[in-house]
């Protein structure tokens, strides 16, 4: 199963990555069966603001990078989306790559790690109902991450045992959605 760790922010000094990382490297460790991850930088996919002629959701892609970013999407069996808490809300990076594509993302079980004032959690409300208008399954595997500010310090992101054992429990779910 692959997994795609999706990084929802594009800013300087971002602690998206750091954060991906950690769940490419502790998933990893986790040595789970049937496992794989890639963590796919919205940074650098450098997708330009939505202005295809056609909805999305038509599948017809008349831009090139449209087309790229949908071959990619196609790919994973699952997601796993960093997102940061900006405004009470997520990116927009990241509210555009979802926009960009439509039957890619249908079906496939999505997982959500957020941080920020409140731990992430309104970016995170926010986004699982547009994955969900997308057809993401949300099999409600979530991480809200505390004390962000204080333990991103550095240039890695070190998890506490309870986001250890949250991500074991969120690939788990993933797994248990993911249709083969």
Do not use: C
Request: glycine content about 6%.
């Amino acid at each position: 199963m692959l997994i795609y760790i999706i990084v929802g922010s594009v800013r300087e000094g971002r602690t998206a990555i750091k954060v991906a990382n950690w769940v490419q490297q502790a998933t990893t460790e986790l040595a789970l069966k049937d496992i794989q991850t890639e963590v796919v930088d919205l940074k650098e996919w450098d997708l330009p603001l939505f202005a295809g002629s056609h909805p999305p959701a038509t599948g017809i892609y008349d831009q090139p990078k449209q087309q790229q970013w949908a071959d990619k999407i196609a790919q994973a069996q699952a997601f796993i989306f960093i997102s940061p808490e900006y405004n009470h809300g997520y990116s927009p990076a990241l509210k555009n790559a979802l926009d960009y594509v439509g039957k890619e993302w249908q079906g496939k079980p999505a997982a959500f790690i957020g941080y920020g004032s409140t731990n992430g959690s309104r970016s995170i409300s926010q986004i699982r109902q547009v994955a969900s208008s997308l057809g993401l399954v949300d099999p409600n595997a979530v991480i809200e991450i505390r004390d962000i500010f204080k333990r991103n310090k550095d240039d890695n992101f070190e998890a506490n045992e309870f986001e250890v054992k949250g991500l074991a429990a969120l690939i788990s779910k993933l797994q248990k959605y993911h249709i083969a």
